[in-house]
Each structure stands twice: as structure tokens, then as C-alpha cells.
């Protein structure tokens, strides 16, 4: 058996693997036949949130319990400003984390939002992984 990896140890080593379970979710339904966009969304919003969440705690700030990523971010930020770029993409995708969830008449998801989310979250998800303490978190 192997020495776990020094990041498994980490106490934030537990909401990349969350995270990682929302990308992977994202990652099986679009390989679905049908594609439930409001799903993949909300997993694309939550991947965010829970490695935001992850920077937090490895910076020894406990993480509030919101799904608002700019709120999360402004957390992030008053730690260290290296994230605050990450503004504007947060603002967009903190929607999703309850409108993907309830039928809405105006918040309908198609595959063009669905896709732009996607590519959105999985680019916040490289950046915030970058910055966090060890190199394969």
C-alpha cells in the first residue's frame, strides 16, 4: 500500500473530491443521448462552489454556507486578491445553483447555455485548482 499523497491529507482535500464528483457528473450526462442541460449546470455551479470552498479552507477560513459564488469569491478575495479576476464568471454561473433546479418559464436551459457554462465552470475549476497549496489538488 502507498503513502497517501500529502494533498489527500489536506482538510480541504475533501471538497476537491466533491468537486470532482460535479465534474464527473458533468462529464456522464453530456455523454448521454439526452442531455439534461439544467442538470449539467447546476453540477457546473456546484464544482465552483465546492473548489472556492476547498480555497477557503486551505487558506484557514471556514466556508459559509451559500450557494452564492460571489459572495464565496468576495471571501477568497479578502484573503488574497489572486482569485478576484474570477468575478465576473462567478456573478454568471451563481444562478445555477437553485434556477437549474425549478421549472422557470424564463430560465430555460439549452444546449448553447448548457455548453458556455460548462466550458465557463471548467475554466474557474483550472484556475482555482492552480491556486491552491499542492499541484495535483
Not at 458556455?116 to 491556486?131: D, G, T, Y
Request: net charge negative.
Amino acid at each position: 500500500m502507498s503513502a497517501p499523497d500529502k494533498a489527500d491529507d489536506a482538510p480541504w482535500a475533501s471538497w476537491v473530491r466533491k468537486a470532482d464528483s460535479d465534474l464527473l457528473n458533468i462529464s456522464n450526462n453530456m455523454a448521454a443521448a439526452t442531455v439534461p442541460w439544467d442538470t449539467v449546470c447546476f453540477h457546473a455551479q456546484q464544482a465552483v462552489e465546492k473548489l472556492l470552498k476547498a480555497w477557503l479552507v486551505a487558506h484557514a477560513q471556514a466556508p459559509r454556507r451559500t450557494h452564492d459564488l460571489v459572495t464565496l469569491l468576495a471571501d477568497c478575495v479578502a484573503v488574497d486578491p489572486v482569485l478576484e479576476p474570477l468575478e465576473p464568471d462567478c456573478r454568471r454561473l451563481t444562478n445555477y445553483a437553485i434556477q437549474s433546479r425549478y421549472p422557470d418559464d424564463v430560465f430555460e436551459i439549452g444546449e448553447a447555455d448548457g455548453r458556455r457554462v460548462v466550458e465557463e465552470a471548467q475554466r474557474l475549476c483550472q484556475l482555482i485548482r492552480a491556486s491552491l497549496p499542492a499541484s495535483d489538488a
